[in-house]
């Protein structure tokens, strides 16, 4: 037991430092974490029903899980985060990235790009969904709403949801996710 909790302890102390809440040892870990959080806060708000959450080989999608009517899902996962405080962050920087108006939608605009420009493997699928996600410590979940709030992405060819999950927030007792709008 004491070697199980030494290994637990050193691998927390060895992972990203900044904006670290998401972080997993391997990137299919994170992908399935991130995943399972996404689909229980987007069951709970909106009733979906999604279920059997999946890892997809290959990917993309990174995950597929089923509607509550039996429709196949696609599920990309991308992160929300200042790829510089990571960096200034390890070097031992004690960094934090402020985030001004527009930053964010500047952000989820780009990484939505990139996840439509895909080709998917593994369809026909109902519908593709983006998770995107965020621990951004100076990103709060009522700037983000703000600022989302207004702003519209797209239009996709592949993309037919897109959502902001955001790490645990004690005062809701939940990963609070957002509702990005798109141009059909």
Same mark, same amino acid.
């Given at each position: =037991?004491? +070697?199980?909790?030494? %290994? #637990? &302890?050193?691998?927390?102390?060895?992972?990203?430092?900044?904006?670290? /809440?998401?972080? *997993?040892?391997?990137?299919?870990?994170?992908?399935?974490? &991130? #995943?399972?959080?996404?689909?229980?806060?987007?069951?709970?708000?909106?009733?979906?029903?999604?279920?059997?959450?999946?890892?997809?080989?290959? +990917?993309?999608? @990174?995950?597929?899980?089923?509607?509550?009517?039996? @429709?196949?899902?696609?599920?990309?996962?991308?992160? &929300?985060?200042?790829?510089?405080?990571?960096? !200034?962050?390890?070097?031992?920087?004690?960094?934090?990235?402020? *985030?001004?108006?527009? @930053?964010?939608?500047?952000? &989820?605009?780009?990484?939505?790009? !990139?996840? +439509?420009?895909?080709?998917?493997?593994?369809?026909?699928?109902?519908?593709?969904?983006?998770?995107?996600?965020?621990?951004?410590? =100076?990103?709060?979940?009522?700037?983000? %709403?703000?600022?989302?709030?207004?702003?519209?992405?797209?239009?996709?060819?592949?993309?037919?949801? #897109? /959502?902001?999950? /955001?790490?645990?927030?004690?005062?809701?007792?939940?990963?609070?996710?957002?509702?990005?709008?798109?141009?059909?």
């Amino acid at each position: =037991m004491r +070697d199980e909790l030494t %290994r #637990a &302890v050193e691998l927390l102390n060895s992972g990203r430092q900044y904006a670290p /809440f998401f972080e *997993w040892p391997a990137k299919e870990g994170k992908e399935l974490g &991130v #995943a399972e959080e996404f689909i229980a806060s987007l069951n709970a708000e909106s009733g979906l029903g999604l279920s059997n959450l999946q890892l997809q080989r290959p +990917d993309p999608p @990174d995950l597929t899980c089923l509607s509550a009517r039996g @429709d196949r899902v696609a599920i990309e996962i991308a992160e &929300v985060v200042c790829e510089e405080a990571v960096r !200034r962050t390890a070097k031992g920087e004690e960094v934090l990235r402020v *985030w001004r108006p527009g @930053d964010l939608s500047s952000s &989820v605009a780009a990484l939505l790009r !990139r996840k +439509d420009e895909k080709t998917f493997h593994g369809g026909p699928f109902a519908q593709t969904f983006v998770c995107l996600f965020t621990d951004e410590p =100076m990103l709060t979940l009522e700037a983000a %709403r703000a600022e989302l709030h207004t702003a519209r992405f797209g239009p996709f060819n592949e993309i037919t949801g #897109a /959502f902001l999950l /955001f790490s645990y927030q004690p005062s809701t007792k939940s990963f609070p996710v957002i509702k990005l709008v798109h141009h059909a």
